[in-house]
């Protein structure tokens, strides 16, 4: 199993640019979630989904959105980049929404000019 | 809402060494978990220990152990025989028991506490 892969590891984007960080699992997890990683903080839930065609927002959603498919990939989309959207973004994935363990992906590192 | 502090942003201990690492938090919740994630250089989110807000006993997982104060809120690690791969952020998370709002399993971070392990 490849678990949660992310693609890219890395990305510039220039104001009002969009683009879309792909996250993908190989686990059959119903549960996949984005959480963004700012300097100085913790994860931050952006947007979640318990199945496929089921999406919902977290804590920071604005600027971004979601959809699902599938089971396996959960991509989020950023419109109209914006430079406070340079993070560490994360993609979280868990058998279903009862259980406690979630297994993370290597990261997205996005900077916007 | 839950908030999780970790007060320390930055420790170092000697190789072989013993280093507790502090969080606290705050909940209305009676029943939830708490972690701890490793997150070292490479970026990759690792789970190191969890703990059950019901359970008396103080999760262990090896040279990883955890000091579990409901009353006081306090949910601290404490790693043994340090090594140099222990090198890492170290963040402190907690997670409903249950269902969040929505169906959310979200996880609510402390701000992390870098940890350098000296040779």
């Known amino acids: 199993n490849a678990g949660v892969t992310q693609t890219p590891k890395f990305q510039v984007l220039k104001t009002g640019q969009s683009m879309t960080l792909q996250c993908a699992q190989d686990?059959?997890?119903?549960?996949m979630s984005w959480y963004r990683q700012d300097p100085g903080m913790g994860l931050r839930l952006i947007h979640y989904?318990?199945?496929?065609?089921?999406?919902d927002q977290g804590e920071v959603p604005n600027g971004y959105n979601v959809s699902r498919s599938t089971t396996e990939d959960f991509p989020l989309r950023l419109l109209s980049a914006a430079p406070s959207q340079t993070s560490v973004y994360f993609c979280a994935s868990s058998f279903n929404s009862f259980t406690y363990e979630q297994y993370f992906g290597p990261g997205t590192r996005l900077t916007v000019t | 809402a839950q908030t999780v502090t970790q007060s320390q942003p930055e420790m170092s201990v000697q190789e072989a060494e013993t280093v507790t690492l502090s969080c606290t938090y705050d909940?209305?919740?009676?029943?939830?978990?708490l972690f701890w994630y490793k997150q070292p250089p490479s970026r990759q989110m690792i789970l190191v220990i969890r703990q059950e807000a019901y359970k008396q006993q103080n999760a262990t997982e090896n040279r990883f152990s955890v000091n579990f104060q409901k009353a006081a809120k306090s949910f601290s690690l404490k790693i043994s025989d340090s090594q140099l791969g222990d090198t890492a952020m170290y963040f402190c998370?907690?997670?409903?028991?249950?269902?969040?709002?929505?169906?959310?399993?979200?996880?609510?971070f402390g701000s992390g506490t870098q940890l350098t392990v000296l040779p």
């Open positions: 686990m059959n997890h119903e549960y």
């Open positions: 989904s318990v199945g496929a065609g089921i999406t």
């Open positions: 909940t209305s919740e009676n029943n939830y978990y």
């Open positions: 998370a907690f997670m409903k028991h249950g269902r969040s709002s929505g169906s959310a399993r979200q996880l609510t």
